[in-house]
């Protein structure tokens, strides 16, 4: 935790004191206390604190979940809400915002910690596999043959370049669209009375090609998606 900076948004001058005080004790530094969302928002930009310990229930124009959305979406540090109130409606919106962590007021320091270790934790993991998942995306678009990637429902979730201009469709067209009405293929025989497997794309031009498809499982080996690979191989695409 050495070196670790976390922000608190906190309207109870008390209550923001303790906090800083328990947060102090467990070896975490603290560069700002703000007491409101449009404080909050304002300091992110200054120091770009590790971890941000967001009241929900804030005074001013901006509550503490309209702040965390701010913060999550404009800046990707995880916050943390701390919350007296367990209200239904106030919870679903803070859902909304995909929060690391929620703590219940009061709280023990231990699990203070406990809480902030994990969310850390998490946010960095998360980090990695969206860094990873930019890194595939590039990798697949300059490669030369198509490549489209669903979800287990075999709806599209990513079609490279190539896959686009073999078969008519952009990506934001065919995201989430059935991989069958995106890869339309038919079989037919060639002049050695051959089968072979034809693209018809959006626009009915036909593409002769060679395709393979493999399944994409997680770490418990449960299939969560699948990568189709195409090329052309013979002949000239003919409109139908």
Same mark, same amino acid.
């Given at each position: ?13 008390? %209550?923001?004191?303790?906090i800083?005080?328990?947060l102090?004790?467990l070896? /975490? ?5 703000? $007491? ?18 967001m009241d ?8 503490g ?10 800046f990707?540090?995880? %916050?943390? /809400? =701390? ?37 850390l934790?998490?946010h960095?993991?998360? !980090? @990695?596999? @969206?860094?990873s998942?930019?890194?595939? !995306? ?5 490669i030369?043959d198509?490549v489209?990637? &669903? ?8 079609m490279n ?16 669209? $059935? =991989? @069958?009405?995106v890869?339309?293929?038919?079989s ?24 393979? #498809? ?13 990568? =189709?690979?195409?090329?052309?191989? &013979?002949?000239?695409? #003919?409109?139908?």
């Open positions: 935790m050495a070196g670790i900076q976390i922000m608190i948004v906190e309207d109870e001058v008390i %209550v923001a004191e303790d800083k005080r328990s102090q004790n070896g /975490y530094k603290i560069p700002s206390v703000v $007491p409101s969302g449009e404080a909050a928002i304002k300091k992110v930009t200054e120091i770009k604190p590790d971890l941000v310990l929900i229930m804030l005074q001013g124009n901006i509550d979940i309209e702040a965390a959305s701010s913060i999550r979406s404009n990707d540090i995880p %916050v943390v /809400y =701390l919350t007296a109130y367990s209200d239904e409606k106030i919870l679903e919106r803070a859902k909304i915002t995909e929060p690391f962590g929620y703590i219940i007021k009061p709280f023990k320091e231990r699990e203070l910690q406990i809480n902030i270790e994990i969310d934790y998490k960095k993991i998360e !980090k @990695k596999l @969206k860094e998942r930019e890194w595939y !995306k590039i990798t697949l678009k300059s030369s198509a489209i990637a &669903t979800d287990p429902e075999a709806r599209v979730l990513f370049p190539v896959a686009q201009l073999m078969t008519g469709w952009n990506m934001e067209e065919a995201k989430g669209m $059935p =991989l @069958k009405d890869f339309n293929i038919v037919e025989k060639n002049d050695d009375n051959v089968n072979k497997t034809v693209l018809i794309s959006k626009n009915k031009v036909k593409t002769p090609l060679d395709s393979s #498809t493999d399944t994409i499982k997680d770490g418990r080996g449960n299939i969560v998606g699948i990568v =189709l690979v195409f090329r052309k191989i &013979t002949g000239t695409k #003919t409109a139908v």
